[in-house]
């Protein structure tokens, strides 16, 4: 089945910094990639994903990109401000099929 | 739109006693998912409802625990006896097409 890992577990940036996050998936027929983020004791919450058809999305200070040939899509977060501070998720699924998450990254932004 | 819920909130009980999870999906998702996040982890499939038939159990530690979703629309998640290692957080979500809604969570410890 499918395996997502994603790197680093921890990383720390300066408030107005970029910060990436990155995630390899082993499934080649998996087509959905999303990105979730969760704040402290809170649900996760859908911020960007992206579909095999597509190399980078944005919406705002977020991106995503994928390299279906290398197996890896990428979160990119520009001028990063302290309410990004959170733990993010990536996931990998076959459409239909479950997600399968990554063990998450926290994200602290110092101001 | 109404988000996805969960009760309770939290739960404290004995090794060896029993628990039940609720959730109430978004309304018209026919899709249903069961995740346990234990602590520092990313979510983990435990099972995948379509309407009122199960699509994928095969995460699901079937000697204890049981799920059910009656007339496709509310889910029970039931664990039965609990062990130490079910401490966590027990997430339902829900979806239309691939991306997820999470619930709050049930937040589960066993002593």
């Known amino acids: 089945g499918e395996n997502v890992e994603q790197h680093p577990s921890t990383l720390s940036v300066q408030e107005g910094d970029s910060a990436v996050i990155k995630c390899t998936y082993s499934?080649?027929?998996?087509?959905?990639f999303p990105w979730y983020k969760q704040e402290l004791g809170k649900r996760p919450q859908l911020i960007i994903d992206?579909?095999?058809?597509?190399g980078e999305k944005k919406d705002q200070r977020i991106a995503v990109t994928l390299n279906k040939t290398a197996k890896h899509f990428s979160l990119h977060i520009t001028e990063t401000q302290p309410e990004d501070s959170a733990v993010y998720f990536c996931?990998?699924?076959?459409?239909?099929?479950?997600?399968?998450f990554g063990k998450g990254t926290r994200l602290s932004v110092i101001a | 739109e109404a988000g996805v819920a969960q009760s309770p909130r939290y739960k404290i009980i004995e090794k060896r006693q029993s628990v039940a999870f609720w959730c109430n999906p978004i309304?018209?998702?026919?899709?249903l998912y069961w995740y346990q996040q234990i602590l520092g982890q990313g979510p983990k499939l435990l099972i995948q409802?379509?309407?009122?038939?199960?699509?994928?159990d095969s995460q699901l530690p079937k000697d204890r625990f049981s799920a059910e979703r009656l007339k496709g629309v509310d889910s029970t998640l039931k664990i039965q006896p609990a062990k130490l290692e079910d401490s966590a957080v027990y997430l339902c979500?829900?979806?239309?097409?691939?991306?997820?809604?999470f619930g709050s969570g049930t937040r589960l410890t066993v002593v």
């Open positions: 499934d080649s027929a998996s087509n959905y």
């Open positions: 309304s018209g998702h026919a899709t």
């Open positions: 996931a990998a699924s076959i459409d239909g099929t479950p997600l399968v």
């Open positions: 409802f379509q309407n009122n038939g199960v699509v994928d």
């Open positions: 979500a829900s979806s239309l097409g691939s991306g997820y809604t």
């Open positions: 992206i579909r095999s058809n597509v």
